[in-house]
C-alpha cells in the first residue's frame, strides 16, 4: 500500500470520528510537543465511537429473521436436514428439560424465566403434535448448532426491548456456527453478516446486558472461525467478513472493551491474512488496509490511556511490564497455515492460527459451559501489553536477515507502521515499553533496509524512518545522525560544480564539493564514499554511502526533503550536532548536500525531479527562519546562546586538532594545549584520546605504545575501572578504546601496562601475579584470533581443552581454576572481541550497534528548539551555500517559476542577514547579484556615442547608451538589478563591504543619464548646479520628424551622417530596448533608497564613505572611465585626425558625483561631520593638490566642497584654512580663472557670518591674492567685490590690522578699474551739445562704475575704523598713522585723478571729510602734517600732469580747481596747530609755489580766479589770526612777512596792494568760506545714493551678461 492509500485511511479514521464527540483532532499526525489529546474533550471508552443506524424494523423480528436465514441454511444441508424445527418457531426442541434453565442464560434474565415452568411442557406437546420425529418414529434431539437457534428464537418471543436482552445469548448460536468446522462458508457468511448488522443497528450496544463478555466472546470466536472449504472466492469472502467484522468491532462502541488478548487475537488474524501468499491479491491487500485501520484505531487508543492516566504515566508503564503473561503474537506468515482453503478435502475442517481443533458436538457444549463460565471472570480493556506485542511483531516482520519473511512482508509492515507512528509517534516515544523497540530493532532494520535496492523497500522505508524522526526523534539522537549521515554520505555528488561559460565561478564557491570534515581521497577527489559518519561507523554500521541508483538518490532526497520541511528540523540539528563537538555537522553537511544537489548538474546521477526537490527544502529552510523573524523569542529551558557559540568554537579547535593528531600526534597534542583544551598533562590527553570520536583508534594505539610515552599509556590506562572484572572482560573494555598495533614490541608494551593495571586494580583473587595476566591477556589476544579470524576457516579452530594446556601453571605456577578459564573460553568464542576499523561484517555491526546504543544515555535525549533565538547563529553558519547555489541556479534557468522562487529567495535571506546584522552574508548577496546584473564590467565605460532620442511629445527623452541596450536585451540582468535594489532597501544600515558594487552601478547610470544625481532634495544643501554630463553625441527628436520613411530618405539620411562622420542613428529595436532599461530602473525605486541612505547613523555611513572613496582612480591616467564633456565653456576635443598636443585633463563626471556624495553625506550633521569630514577632506585636498591634473569643473566642484567641509568641521581642524587657502591661491591662473565661481562662492559660505572662521580667512596673505587675482576675471569680478564689500562693511568688520591695506589696495583697484566709465560720461556730453537722443549706457560698464564708486565710499568709511586700529596696534605713533591713515588717503588721491567724473567727484568729498576730520589730529604733529607733503602736493603735481589733464579736460579743470581750494581750507583748518610747528614756514612757502604752478597751469579763467581768491582767504585769516604781520607790528614774524610777500609778488604782484595789511582793517570772517564747503559735502551726499544705484544697475546688468 503505498502513501496515497495511507492517506486515504487516515481520511476515512478521520471521519469516522467526526459523528461523535470526540476530539477531531485526535487521529491527527502527532507531532513532537503534543502529548495527548485534548483533555477538556475526554470521551469515555464506553460512548459509541461512531453514529448508530436506527431501523425502521421491529429489532426482534429483524434478529428473528437472521436465525431464521442461518437455520434455513443450515437445514438444507445434509448434515442438519433432519434437525427440529425449534429454530424456526421457537420453544425448547429439548422434551426433557423441564427443569432449570439453560446453562447459556443468565439467571435473572427475561429469557431464562419465561422459559421456566409450564413453557417446557407446552413445546414438549407441540413438538409431538407436529410429529418431528427422527427415523423408525423415533424422536431426535437436534444438532447443538440448531439447538442453539431454537433457544435464541423461544428466548425472543417474549422481548419486548432487544438492547435489554442478554449480549452474549443473543450472540451465541452465531459464533458457534462461526466457530463450527463442519459449516460450510455460505452460513458462515450469514453468520458474520447476521452479526454485523446486529452490530452496526446497535442491537448489542453498551447498554445490553454483559456487553463486555460478548464483544470478548464475539473477538474469540472470529479469531477462531473455522469451515469447511470449498469454493476459494466463497472462502475468500469469510475471510473478507472477518477482516470487516474486526475493524467495526474495534471502531464500534466496544472496540475499547476487548481485552489485550483479543486484541491480539485480532491483530494477529490479520496479519495472518495479509502474508498468506495462496490468498489473492485483492484479499491480501483488503487485509493490510484493514490492519491499517485498526492499528490506527489501537494506537489512538494509546492517547486515550495518557488522558485517562493524567501524570501517572508511569503506573500505565509498569502495567504494560506486567501484564504481558499471555499476550503473545504468533502470526502465520510462511503460507502453509491457512484458515480455510478450497485445495483441502470438503470434509477436513481447517482452522485459525492459536485455534485448537474442537470439531465434535460435545466440545461445543463445553465452549458454551465456557462461556458461561466467563462471566464471572473481570475482562481488563486493553492498553500498553498488546500494543507493544503488536508493535514487537511488526519490527520484527522487518528483519532483513530472517530469509523466511519476504519483501513483500516487510513492505507490508512497513506501512502499518508507518500509521502507528502517523497517529501515535510522540505517545510512543513517551512510554519506555514502546520507545525501546523503536530505539533498537525498528531503528536497526530500518537503517539496513534502507540499503537495499528494492525500490519498494527503499521508499517504504525512508517513509518510515522520516515519520519516525519527525514523531519520535525526542530519543534517537544518535539514530538519526546514523540516519543522516548516511543519506548525505550517499547524495552528495562526486564530481566538481561544472563551469559554464556565462557564470562566473565566484559566484557559487561557497558549495561545499564534500561534506564537512572530509578529506577527498589523495587518488580520487570526491569518489562518493566519503562521509562525515566515523570510520568505525561507517565500516561497522555498513554507511559508507556507495553509488545508489537515480531512483533510490530520488526517494532519499524526498525523504531529506520531508524531513527539512519541518520548520524546527535544521534548527534541532544546528543545536544538537552542529554545536556538540562529538557530532558530526549535520545541519551544514545537510545545507551543503541541498545546496550542491539544486544544481542542474545533479539531475545527470539522480532524475530530474532531484535538483527541484532540493532547491525548494533549501528555500523551505529559508522561509521558514523568515516566517520565524518576527516571532517572540522564546528561550525558556533551552541551552544558552552564547554557550554554545563557545561550544562551536571549541568543536573547530578540537576537529583540527583531531585532524593533525591523526597525521602528527604529538604536533596536534600541542595545538590542543596551545588552544586550551587540554592543559598539557598526560591524564588531559588521555581523557581527550578516550573521548573524542574523531581522533583514529589505530594512531591512538599507536601513540600510547611507542617508547618514550610510558605516561599518556599508563595515563590512559587509569581511565579504565577494572574492579570485579574478569580478565578477558577487562580486556574487551581496554582494546574497544584503540587499536592493538601490528609490531610485537608495541603490542607487548601495551599488555605489559595492562598486566599492572589490573593485577593493581581488579580485586582479583584468580591470579596470582602480573606475570599471570600478561601470559593470560596474551592467550586471550590469540584465541580471539583463532576463533574469528575468517582466514581459519578450513582450519580446526582452538577448543577449551587447547586453550587450558596453553595456560598450564603460568598462574603462579599452579593452572588458573577450570571454570575461570571456561567462562573466559566461551565469553570470546561466543562474542569476539571487535577491534575497531577490523572487520565489516554482521558481527561488526552488531557490535557497533550495540555501541551506538550504550553511548545514547551519556549523548542525553535530542533537545526540541520551537524557538527562533538560534537562527542567526545558524544562518550565519549556513548562509554562503545557499547564496552560491540561488545565484548559480539564478543565472542557469530559463523558468519562470524558478526565477520567482529564487528571486523570493534572495529577498528572504537579506531580511533574515539585515534582522540579524549578519553583514558578511548581506554582502555576499549583494555581490552576487550586483555582478548578475552586468552592470559592473568595464567594458560598459564608453559614452562616446550615447544619443538623446525624444520618442513622442509627450514622454520624456531617453538617453540610448551601450549599457542601456545591453541591459534592455538581457531579461536576466534586468531582474538581478530589480532584485539586488530590493535588497538593499531597508538593509543599508547593515551593508559594508557591499556598497563596492552597488556605487559602481551608480555610477554607470549615472553617466549614461539613468539616474539623476543622488539626492534630489539634499543635494540643495551645497546649493550647486547639478553635475554637467557628457553632451550626447546627437540629440534625436523622433517626434518631430514627418512620415517619410521611404528608402530615399532613409538612404540620404546615412549618406548625410556617414559625411558628417556622426554615428548612425539608433535603431527602434534599440531605443526600445532603452526604454526597457529606464523602466526597469525605474522600478528600482532608487529614491527610496537614497531616502534611506540619507538617514543613516553616521557608524554605518562610514563604510559608504569608505567605499565611495575607494572608486576614486588612485592615479588620473589610469582613470576606467574617461568621458569627454563637450560644453562651451570645455575645449573640444583633438579630432583623431589632428597630431596630439599636450595631454588635456579629461572629465570624469563620476569622480564629481563620488566627491559630492561623500561631502552631502558628511556634512548631513555634526555627528557626520565628526566622524566622516577627516577622509573627505583628505580626498578633496588631493584633488586641489593636484589642480593641473585634473579638469577644471572638478578642481572647482572639489574646492566648494572642501570649503564646505572646512565651514562645517571648522572646530576638528579637518581642514586648514591657510593650508586651502594657499592651495587655491597656487593654482595656475587659467584654472584659477576657470574655477573661479565655485571658488567664490566657497569662500562667500566661510565668511558670510562673523567668527573665527572668517577672521582666519581675510587675514590669510593667499585669501588676497586670490581675490587680486579674481578680481581682474569680468565673470568674478561682481563676486570678489561682494565677497570684498561683506568684509569691509560688515557687523563686525572683518577688516583688521592684518588685512587692512590688502583691503584697501583691492578697493583702489575696483575703484581704478571704474574709469571707464569716463567715456560714456563724455559721450553724454558730446550727446547734450549735438542735442542727440540718449542711448542707453552698456550694463557692464555701469556696473563697474558702480562697484567704483561703492569702493570708494568703502575706502572712505574705513576712516572711522582708524582710530580703533590704531589703539589696538603696538607701533609707535608715527608708525600706526602711515599704517593706517597714509594708505586710505593715497587710495582717495589716487582716485580723485580718475579719469571718471563720478569716482573722481566722490574721491574727492571724501579726501576733503577725512582730511578735515578732526581725528587726524589726534597724534603728534609730525605726523599728521604729512598729509601736506605726501597727500595734498602729489595729488596737485598729478593733475598738472598733461595726461591726467587729457583724460577728461572739463572735469580735471574743476577738479584742480577744488584741490587748490581744499589746500587752502586743510591750511586754514589746521593753521594754529602749524603755527607751533618749526617747519610751518616752509610748508607755507610750498603751498605758495603750488598755487603758483596752478596759477600759471594754462587752464584759463577759472584758476586764475580761484587761486586767487583762496589765496586771499588765507592771507586775510593769517593777517587777523596775527600770523601775517608786518615787522612793525611783530617782530617775530618778520621772516614769514618778507618770504610770504617774496613769494606772491612774483605772480600776483597786485594782491599785496589790494590787501593793504600794512594797514590795520578789520579781522576777515572765514565762516563763509566754510559754507560752501558744507554745501559742497551735502550736495556730494546727495549725489551718492544716485552712484550707489547706477552701480547696483550697472552690476545687475553686468551679472546678466555673465550668465
Known amino acids: 500500500m503505498g502513501r496515497d492509500e495511507q492517506n486515504e485511511n487516515n481520511m476515512e479514521a478521520e471521519l469516522a470520528l467526526e459523528s461523535n464527540d470526540s476530539d477531531p483532532t485526535l487521529l491527527h499526525r502527532g507531532a513532537i510537543g503534543n502529548t495527548t489529546a485534548n483533555t477538556n474533550t475526554q470521551v469515555p471508552n464506553t460512548e459509541y465511537r461512531s453514529r448508530p443506524v436506527t431501523v425502521a424494523v421491529d429489532p426482534v423480528s429483524l434478529v428473528i429473521s437472521e436465525c431464521i436465514s442461518v437455520t434455513s441454511a443450515m437445514r438444507k444441508h445434509a448434515r442438519w436436514a433432519g434437525s427440529s424445527v425449534s429454530s424456526i418457531l421457537g420453544g425448547n426442541p429439548n422434551p426433557v428439560q423441564l427443569g432449570p434453565p439453560s446453562p447459556l442464560l443468565r439467571p435473572g434474565s427475561k429469557g431464562s424465566m419465561n422459559s421456566m415452568g409450564t413453557d417446557g411442557v407446552q413445546d414438549f406437546g407441540v413438538a409431538n403434535r407436529w410429529g418431528l420425529r427422527g427415523k423408525k418414529g423415533k424422536s431426535m434431539q437436534d444438532n447443538p448448532l440448531m439447538a442453539g437457534f431454537g433457544r435464541l428464537r423461544h428466548e425472543l418471543s417474549s422481548c419486548k426491548e432487544i438492547h435489554e436482552f442478554d449480549a452474549p445469548a443473543l450472540l451465541n448460536p452465531f459464533l458457534q456456527v462461526i466457530q463450527a468446522s463442519s459449516t460450510?462458508?455460505?452460513?458462515?457468511?450469514?453468520?458474520?453478516?447476521?452479526?454485523?448488522?446486529?452490530?452496526?443497528?446497535?442491537?448489542?450496544?453498551?447498554?445490553?446486558?454483559?456487553?463486555?463478555?460478548?464483544?470478548?466472546?464475539?473477538?474469540?470466536?472470529?479469531?477462531?472461525?473455522?469451515?469447511?472449504?470449498?469454493?476459494?472466492?466463497?472462502?475468500?469472502?469469510?475471510?473478507?467478513?472477518?477482516?470487516?467484522?474486526?475493524?467495526?468491532?474495534?471502531?464500534?462502541?466496544?472496540?475499547?472493551?476487548?481485552?489485550?488478548?483479543?486484541?491480539?487475537?485480532?491483530?494477529?488474524?490479520?496479519?495472518?491474512?495479509?502474508?498468506?501468499?495462496?490468498?489473492?491479491?485483492?484479499?491480501?491487500?483488503?487485509?493490510?488496509?484493514?490492519?491499517?485501520?485498526?492499528?490506527?484505531?489501537?494506537?489512538?487508543?494509546?492517547?486515550?490511556?495518557?488522558?485517562?492516566?493524567?501524570?501517572?504515566?508511569?503506573?500505565?508503564?509498569?502495567?504494560?511490564?506486567?501484564?504481558?503473561?499471555?499476550?503473545?503474537m504468533v502470526p502465520s506468515t510462511n503460507g502453509n497455515d491457512v484458515i480455510a482453503s478450497s485445495d483441502a478435502p470438503t470434509n477436513e475442517p481447517r482452522e485459525s492460527s492459536g485455534s485448537e481443533n474442537t470439531s465434535n458436538d460435545v466440545e461445543e457444549a463445553v465452549g458454551r459451559e465456557s462461556l458461561e463460565s466467563d462471566d464471572s471472570v473481570d475482562i481488563k480493556p486493553y492498553s500498553l501489553p498488546s500494543m507493544k506485542e503488536l508493535f514487537r511483531v511488526l519490527v520484527d516482520l522487518l528483519d532483513p536477515h530472517d530469509k523466511q519473511q519476504g519483501d513483500t512482508m516487510r513492505v507490508m509492515a512497513l506501512r502499518i507502521i508507518h500509521v502507528a507512528l502517523e497517529v501515535a509517534g510522540p505517545s510512543i516515544a513517551r512510554h519506555p515499553a514502546l520507545a525501546v523497540v523503536a530505539e533498537d530493532r525498528l531503528c536497526r532494520h530500518l537503517f539496513q533496509l534502507v540499503r537495499s535496492d528494492n525500490m519498494a523497500i527503499l521508499q517504504e522505508s525512508l517513509i518510515v524512518a522520516g515519520t519516525l524522526l519527525e514523531t519520535c526523534r525526542g530519543v534517537l539522537k544518535l539514530q538519526q545522525e546514523l540516519f543522516l549521515s548516511y543519506l548525505i554520505a550517499c547524495l552528495h555528488p562526486p564530481v566538481d560544480i561544472p563551469r559554464e561559460a556565462h557564470i562566473d565561478p565566484t559566484l557559487y564557491d561557497g558549495i561545499p564539493q564534500r561534506p564537512s570534515g572530509v578529506k577527498p581521497p589523495a587518488s580520487q577527489a570526491g569518489s562518493g564514499r566519503s562521509t562525515p559518519v566515523p570510520v568505525k561507523d561507517r565500516q561497522k554500521l555498513g554507511m559508507e554511502g556507495g553509488a545508489r541508483k537515480p531512483d533510490a538518490r530520488q526517494a532519499m532526497v524526498e525523504s531529506v526533503g520531508a524531513l527539512t520541511r519541518m520548520p524546527t528540523f535544521l534548527v534541532e540539528l544546528f543545536v544538537n550536532y552542529d554545536s556538540d563537538a562529538n557530532r558530526g555537522n549535520l545541519c551544514e553537511d545537510m545545507i551543503g548536500l541541498l545546496s550542491r544537489s539544486a544544481l542542474p548538474d545533479s539531475a545527470t546521477w539522480s532524475t530530474?525531479?532531484?535538483?527541484?526537490?532540493?532547491?525548494?527544502?533549501?528555500?523551505?529552510?529559508?522561509?521558514?527562519?523568515?516566517?520565524?523573524?518576527?516571532?517572540?523569542?522564546?528561550?525558556?529551558?533551552?541551552?544558552?546562546?552564547?554557550?554554545?557559540?563557545?561550544?562551536?568554537?571549541?568543536?573547530?579547535?578540537?576537529?583540527?586538532?583531531?585532524?593533525?593528531?591523526?597525521?602528527?600526534?604529538?604536533?596536534?597534542?600541542?595545538?590542543?594545549?596551545?588552544?586550551?583544551?587540554?592543559?598539557?598533562?598526560?591524564?588531559?590527553?588521555?581523557?581527550?584520546?578516550?573521548?573524542?570520536?574523531?581522533?583514529?583508534?589505530?594512531?591512538?594505539?599507536?601513540?600510547?605504545?611507542?617508547?618514550?610515552?610510558?605516561?599518556?599509556?599508563?595515563?590512559?590506562?587509569?581511565?579504565?575501572?577494572?574492579?570485579?572484572?574478569?580478565?578477558?572482560?577487562?580486556?574487551?573494555?581496554?582494546?574497544?578504546?584503540?587499536?592493538?598495533?601490528g609490531e610485537s614490541p608495541l603490542i607487548e608494551r601495551i599488555v605489559t601496562a595492562f598486566a599492572k593495571k589490573y593485577f593493581a586494580t581488579s580485586g582479583s583473587d584468580v591470579v596470582a601475579s602480573e606475570d599471570a595476566v600478561f601470559i593470560l591477556t596474551y592467550a586471550i589476544i590469540m584465541l580471539n584470533v583463532d576463533q574469528h579470524s575468517p582466514k581459519l576457516k578450513g582450519s580446526k579452530r582452538m577448543e577449551l581443552v587447547d586453550f587450558a594446556r596453553n595456560l598450564r601453571g603460568v598462574n603462579g605456577s599452579k593452572d588458573f581454576p577450570p571454570e575461570y578459564l571456561e567462562s573466559t573460553f566461551e565469553a570470546i568464542k561466543s562474542n569476539e572481541i571487535i577491534l575497531?576499523?577490523?572487520?565489516?561484517?554482521?558481527?561488526?555491526?552488531?557490535?557497533?550497534?550495540?555501541?551506538?546504543?550504550?553511548?545514547?544515555?551519556?549523548?542525553?535525549?535530542?533537545?526540541?528548539?520551537?524557538?527562533?533565538?538560534?537562527?542567526?547563529?545558524?544562518?550565519?553558519?549556513?548562509?554562503?551555500?545557499?547564496?552560491?547555489?540561488?545565484?548559480?541556479?539564478?543565472?542557469?534557468?530559463?523558468?519562470?517559476?524558478?526565477?520567482?522562487?529564487?528571486?523570493?529567495?534572495?529577498?528572504?535571506?537579506?531580511?533574515?542577514?539585515?534582522?540579524?546584522?549578519?553583514?558578511?552574508?548581506?554582502d555576499r548577496i549583494i555581490q552576487n547579484l550586483s555582478s548578475m546584473t552586468t552592470l559592473i564590467t568595464d567594458d560598459l565605460s564608453s559614452t562616446a556615442l550615447n544619443t538623446e532620442v525624444k520618442v513622442s511629445d509627450d514622454s520624456d527623452s531617453v538617453m540610448v547608451s551601450e549599457l542601456a541596450v545591453k541591459l534592455g536585451r538581457d531579461f536576466k540582468a534586468q531582474l538581478a538589478t530589480l532584485v539586488l535594489f530590493r535588497v538593499v532597501k531597508g538593509s543599508e544600515q547593515v551593508i559594508r563591504g557591499g556598497w563596492g558594487p552597488i556605487i559602481r552601478i551608480w555610477l554607470k547610470l549615472f553617466v549614461n543619464s539613468l539616474i539623476p544625481s543622488f539626492f534630489d532634495n539634499d543635494s540643495g544643501k551645497l546649493r550647486l548646479p547639478k553635475i554637467p554630463l557628457h553632451t550626447p553625441s546627437q540629440v534625436i527628436d523622433r517626434a518631430a520628424k514627418t512620415a517619410e520613411t521611404g528608402l530615399f530618405s532613409a538612404l540620404s539620411s546615412y549618406i548625410s551622417s556617414y559625411a558628417a562622420d556622426d554615428p548612425p542613428e539608433p535603431s527602434a529595436e534599440e531605443v526600445e530596448s532603452s526604454l526597457s532599461t529606464a523602466d526597469c530602473i525605474k522600478a528600482c525605486d532608487l529614491e527610496s533608497v537614497f531616502a534611506n541612505i540619507s538617514a543613516l547613523p553616521a557608524s554605518s555611513l562610514g563604510p559608504l564613505i569608505e567605499a565611495l572613496l575607494n572608486q576614486l582612480p588612485d592615479d588620473e591616467s589610469s582613470a576606467v572611465p574617461v568621458i569627454t564633456v563637450k560644453p562651451e565653456s570645455l575645449p573640444a576635443s583633438p579630432s583623431s585626425g589632428s597630431k596630439p598636443t599636450s595631454r588635456k585633463p579629461t572629465y570624469d563626471p563620476a569622480v564629481v558625483y563620488i566627491l559630492e556624495f561623500c561631502t552631502v553625506l558628511a556634512l548631513r550633521d555634526n555627528e557626520t561631520v565628526e566622524s566622516l569630514g577627516k577622509p573627505v577632506a583628505e580626498a578633496l585636498q588631493m584633488v586641489l593638490r593636484d589642480s593641473p591634473q585634473h579638469h577644471p569643473i572638478l578642481v572647482s566642484r572639489a574646492t566648494f566642497y572642501q570649503f564646505s567641509v572646512l565651514k562645517a568641521s571648522y572646530d576638528h581642524d579637518f581642514v586648514r584654512a591657510p593650508v586651502l587657502l594657499h592651495a587655491i591661491s597656487s593654482f595656475p591662473k587659467e584654472i584659477l580663472a576657470k574655477t573661479s565661481q565655485l571658488v567664490l562662492q566657497g569662500l562667500k559660505l566661510c565668511i558670510d557670518q562673523p567668527g573665527p572662521l572668517r577672521s582666519e580667512i581675510m587675514t590669510s596673505p593667499d585669501f588676497w591674492v586670490i581675490l587680486r587675482t579674481l578680481a581682474g576675471n569680468p565673470n568674478a569680478s561682481p563676486t570678489v567685490f561682494e565677497i570684498l564689500e561683506g568684509g569691509v562693511s560688515g557687523s563686525p568688520s572683518a577688516i583688521i590690522a592684518d588685512n587692512y591695506e590688502a583691503a584697501i589696495a583691492l578697493l583702489n583697484e575696483y575703484a581704478t578699474a571704474a574709469k571707464i566709465g569716463a567715456l560714456d560720461e563724455q559721450k553724454g556730453e558730446r550727446r547734450q551739445r549735438n542735442a542727440r537722443p540718449h542711448k542707453k549706457e552698456a550694463s557692464s560698464d555701469n556696473a563697474v562704475v558702480s562697484r567704483g564708486v561703492k569702493a570708494v565710499n568703502l575706502i572712505s568709511s574705513m576712516t572711522a575704523r582708524i582710530p580703533h586700529l590704531m589703539k589696538q596696534s603696538h607701533l609707535e605713533n608715527s608708525e600706526a598713522w602711515s599704517a593706517y591713515w597714509l594708505p586710505i588717503f593715497q587710495a582717495l588721491t589716487t582716485q580723485c585723478t580718475n579719469p571718471c567724473r563720478e569716482v573722481r567727484s566722490l574721491a574727492f568729498s571724501s579726501l576733503q571729510r577725512s582730511l578735515l576730520s578732526p581725528e587726524l589730529t589726534c597724534s603728534d604733529h609730525e605726523e599728521w602734517t604729512a598729509i601736506f607733503g605726501e597727500v595734498l602736493f602729489p595729488l596737485i603735481l598729478r593733475l598738472l600732469k598733461p595726461e591726467v589733464y587729457s583724460s577728461d579736460r572739463d572735469g580735471m579743470s574743476e577738479t584742480r580747481v577744488q584741490v587748490a581750494s581744499l589746500l587752502c581750507k586743510t591750511f586754514l583748518q589746521y593753521l594754529v596747530l602749524l603755527s607751533k610747528w618749526d617747519g610751518m614756514l616752509d610748508l607755507w612757502l610750498k603751498i605758495i609755489d603750488i598755487m603758483d604752478r596752478l596759477m600759471n597751469s594754462g587752464q584759463g579763467d577759472s584758476l586764475e580766479e580761484a587761486v586767487p581768491e583762496n589765496l586771499k582767504n588765507v592771507l586775510l585769516f593769517m593777517a587777523s589770526s596775527g600770523y601775517l604781520v608786518p615787522p612793525s607790528k611783530d617782530p617775530s614774524q618778520e621772516n614769514l612777512w618778507v618770504e610770504t610777500w617774496k613769494r606772491i609778488d612774483r605772480f600776483l604782484p597786485e594782491l599785496r596792494k589790494e590787501l593793504?595789511?600794512?594797514?590795520?582793517?578789520?579781522?576777515?570772517?572765514?565762516?563763509?568760506?566754510?559754507?560752501?564747503?558744507?554745501?559742497?559735502?551735502?550736495?556730494?551726499?546727495?549725489?551718492?545714493?544716485?552712484?550707489?544705484?547706477?552701480?547696483?544697475e550697472k552690476e545687475e546688468s553686468n551679472g546678466h551678461e555673465e550668465e
Open 184 to 328: 460450510s462458508a455460505p452460513i458462515t457468511i450469514l453468520a458474520l453478516k447476521a452479526i454485523r448488522k446486529f452490530l452496526s443497528y446497535g442491537f448489542i450496544s453498551p447498554g445490553s446486558p454483559r456487553f463486555p463478555l460478548a464483544m470478548q466472546s464475539l473477538s474469540t470466536a472470529i479469531t477462531h472461525c473455522r469451515f469447511e472449504a470449498s469454493d476459494s472466492a466463497q472462502d475468500e469472502v469469510v475471510l473478507l467478513m472477518i477482516l470487516h467484522l474486526m475493524e467495526d468491532m474495534l471502531s464500534g462502541p466496544g472496540g475499547a472493551l476487548l481485552s489485550d488478548e483479543s486484541v491480539c487475537e485480532m491483530m494477529e488474524t490479520g496479519l495472518t491474512m495479509c502474508c498468506q501468499s495462496r490468498l489473492s491479491e485483492l484479499l491480501r491487500r483488503t487485509a493490510e488496509a484493514a490492519m491499517v485501520r485498526m492499528c490506527q484505531i489501537i494506537f489512538e487508543h494509546l492517547k486515550h490511556l495518557e488522558v485517562e492516566a493524567g501524570d501517572d504515566l508511569e503506573a500505565l508503564d509498569n502495567q504494560a511490564n506486567g501484564d504481558m503473561e499471555g499476550v503473545k
Open 608 to 741: 530530474t525531479s532531484v535538483p527541484p526537490l532540493c532547491l525548494d527544502a533549501l528555500l523551505g529552510f529559508v522561509q521558514s527562519i523568515a516566517d520565524r523573524l518576527d516571532d517572540e523569542p522564546v528561550s525558556d529551558g533551552l541551552p544558552d546562546r552564547a554557550k554554545l557559540r563557545e561550544e562551536r568554537r571549541r568543536k573547530k579547535v578540537i576537529v583540527k586538532g583531531a585532524t593533525k593528531f591523526n597525521e602528527k600526534p604529538k604536533e596536534g597534542l600541542g595545538y590542543l594545549k596551545e588552544q586550551g583544551i587540554i592543559d598539557g598533562s598526560p591524564a588531559s590527553a588521555a581523557r581527550f584520546l578516550r573521548s573524542a570520536s574523531r581522533v583514529s583508534k589505530a594512531v591512538i594505539g599507536e601513540f600510547i605504545s611507542k617508547r618514550g610515552n610510558d605516561e599518556y599509556l599508563n595515563a590512559f590506562l587509569d581511565l579504565f575501572d577494572f574492579s570485579g572484572k574478569r580478565v578477558d572482560e577487562a580486556v574487551r573494555l581496554l582494546l574497544e578504546s584503540f587499536r592493538l598495533p
Open 836 to 922: 575497531p576499523d577490523e572487520h565489516d561484517n554482521k558481527h561488526a555491526f552488531d557490535y557497533a550497534w550495540r555501541e551506538m546504543l550504550l553511548k545514547t544515555e551519556a549523548a542525553g535525549p535530542l533537545i526540541l528548539c520551537d524557538t527562533n533565538i538560534y537562527d542567526a547563529d545558524m544562518f550565519a553558519t549556513t548562509w554562503k551555500p545557499i547564496v552560491s547555489t540561488l545565484s548559480y541556479v539564478f543565472m542557469s534557468a530559463t523558468d519562470d517559476a524558478v526565477f520567482s522562487r529564487v528571486v523570493t529567495g534572495f529577498d528572504q535571506c537579506a531580511q533574515i542577514a539585515s534582522r540579524y546584522g549578519i553583514t558578511e552574508a548581506l
Open 1556 to 1592: 593793504a595789511l600794512e594797514e590795520p582793517e578789520p579781522e576777515p570772517e572765514p565762516e563763509p568760506e566754510a559754507q560752501p564747503r558744507e554745501e559742497k559735502q551735502e550736495e556730494v551726499q546727495a549725489e551718492q545714493p544716485t552712484s550707489e544705484k547706477q552701480a547696483d
